[in-house]
Nanobody
């Protein structure tokens, strides 16, 4: 069973930075897609940044130019560098990895979530 362990959340002032890390129990390079999602109470979970099929990362418009997604395959770790944080970035951030099974079925794995709070 794949496990994803997140770290790096916390409380930061607006304009500050945080780096989230997600370490997989197996080879992170084996996943067809990896990324970070976030969720606030009462809203749907949204994709913040993701890598699909080894292509360059894609980002939600609201974080472009501020967040950077990267992967260290040797450490089986996915990172999300978050700069110039805004109060609207406050959310629980979830690491996600997915594999494509025979028959075209996606299997998703999630971390436990890490809280990011940005004060104004």
């Amino acid at each position: 069973q794949v496990q994803l362990m997140e770290s790096g959340g916390g409380l930061v002032q607006a304009g500050g930075s945080l780096r989230l890390a997600c370490t997989a129990s197996g080879s992170i390079s084996s996943f067809k897609s990896v990324g970070w999602y976030r969720q606030v109470p009462g809203k749907q979970r949204e994709l913040v940044a993701g890598i699909l099929n080894g292509l360059p990362p894609n980002y939600v418009d609201s974080v472009k130019g501020r967040f950077t997604l990267s992967r260290d395959n040797a450490k089986n770790t996915l990172y999300l560098q978050m700069n110039v944080l805004k109060p609207d970035d406050s959310a629980v951030y979830y690491c996600n990895a997915a594999t494509l099974l025979p028959g075209g079925i996606w299997k998703y794995y999630w971390g436990q979530g890490t809280q990011v709070t940005v004060s104004s």
